[in-house]
């Protein structure tokens, strides 16, 4: 069997803080590719302006009490994952009405002007910080909410291992996602990479990649490969020598495969609903910012919904993907209707900001320090990389990835019968 269309809709599973939903862009090309504090309930579906996703139609869910999550993003760059001034990205998801959430925003700020709660407007005055960190206190501690942050670059990096790596290995028989060597993998490359490569051969590869997937073009294939082939390659010649030595037919079909991206939306939000799906105790649904990004992935979402075969996969030693979900639909609201969405804007934009802070790339936002904590283990999601290779070894052992990203290409992502 090659490295057919079928195994190309590869798939990370949901993992353990650190760790979680690396390959889920892969499913694009198929379709077109802790305990819960407490749980809120609506009787009343909020109406959106317009339905992206629908299991259930609104108007027949007038009368069924179900957690709704509401939902914002941050750090959004389409494609450009190398975008310099928005380094990371990622979104909260918070269980709460727009009642509830009107009384908090008043409480906190009942002086506030504008037409919408907005972190970024609010974080500039040091004398907001008290309130939107005790805010985010009694976010976080009294309503069920998870908040996601990538590393938008080490997710580029991760993505070349997928497509400019793994396809060859795939040829060869080797089981590339077995105890976690794909994450290793991308972990090395990302932090040794500039030094062993060459700091401006390995930015020079990074965004030649990241061309490639954009452009697919035979020239833009080309010039990735000579790309590789200007870094000090033979340093690392297991990641680098697919392409470098060899040129490997089936790694640039893979990132020549029509409707593969480097755009993470899909990532970020598959990544929350992994969470949500263990939050929500009976069935839910999601209340989404207007997101024109979102709109690309409706039948993604759609047929993840739709599933309903009893499956279950093991992923790591306490994670695992299940179907049929628990999620009924996604929505979109416009935030400024919503004070619960502008929750989840406070949420992330804290997040965000505290990512840039202890990174040097931005100062006089909220300490970190005092932020972090506020944040139970199973609250926050970062996609960072790892080097403890032994301890990944040891959480991914005896994981079924590699039949998961088989069953879900064959049973969710390929065509409807």
Not at 38 to 54: D, I, N, R, Y
Not at 307 to 319: C, G, K, L, Q
Not at 383 to 397: A, G, K, N, T, V
């Amino acid at each position: 069997m090659g490295w057919t269309a079928n195994r190309h809709a590869k798939f990370m599973l949901h993992e353990h803080t650190e760790q979680i939903f690396l390959r889920m862009l892969k499913l694009l090309c198929r379709g077109a590719a802790g305990k819960p504090a407490f749980h809120l309930s609506e009787a009343k579906a909020w109406q959106s302006p317009g339905t992206m996703v629908c299991a259930i139609p609104l108007h027949e869910m007038d009368d069924v009490p179900m957690t709704c999550f509401r939902i914002d993003e941050s750090g959004y760059t389409g494609f450009d994952l190398l975008n310099a001034d928005q380094r990371f990205q990622g979104a909260s998801a918070i269980a709460i009405d727009d009642g509830e959430a009107a009384r908090l925003i008043k409480e906190y700020f009942p002086r506030l002007q504008a037409p919408e709660l907005k972190y970024s407007a609010l974080s500039r005055r040091a004398s907001n910080h008290p309130r939107l960190l005790g805010l985010m206190k009694d976010l976080t501690s009294d309503f069920d909410c998870v908040t996601y942050v990538a590393d938008k670059r080490f997710m580029l990096t991760l993505m070349f291992v997928d497509y400019a790596v793994e396809p060859y290995y795939y040829e060869r028989g080797f089981d590339f996602y077995e105890n976690g060597q794909n994450y290793a993998m991308a972990s090395m490359l990302h932090m040794a990479g500039p030094a062993l490569l060459g700091n401006i051969e390995f930015a020079a590869l990074m965004d030649a990649f990241q061309q490639a997937m954009k452009e697919k073009s035979p020239q833009s294939l080309q010039q990735l490969v000579e790309a590789a082939r200007a870094t000090n390659w033979d340093e690392l010649p297991e990641v680098l020598g697919p392409l470098a030595q060899y040129a490997d037919r089936d790694c640039l079909s893979a990132i020549a495969t029509p409707g593969v991206s480097t755009d993470i939306a899909i990532v970020v939000l598959i990544s929350l609903i992994t969470r949500m799906e263990v939050m929500a105790e009976g069935a839910y649904r999601v209340v989404h910012d207007q997101s024109k990004n979102l709109s690309t992935y409706h039948d993604l979402l759609q047929r993840y919904i739709d599933h309903d075969e009893e499956v279950e996969f093991r992923a790591t030693e306490i994670t695992s993907l299940r179907f049929p979900l628990k999620l009924n639909e996604v929505t979109q609201v416009d935030s400024k209707l919503s004070p619960a969405v502008q929750l989840a804007d406070v949420m992330i934009g804290a997040a965000i900001e505290a990512g840039n802070t202890l990174t040097g790339l931005r100062s006089g936002g909220l300490d970190p320090e005092a932020l972090m904590p506020l944040y139970r283990e199973d609250q926050f999601i970062h996609m960072l990389p790892s080097i403890d290779f032994e301890e990944q070894r040891r959480f991914r052992s005896g994981s079924q990835n590699g039949q998961a990203i088989d069953y879900l290409a064959s049973n969710i992502f390929g065509k409807r019968r």
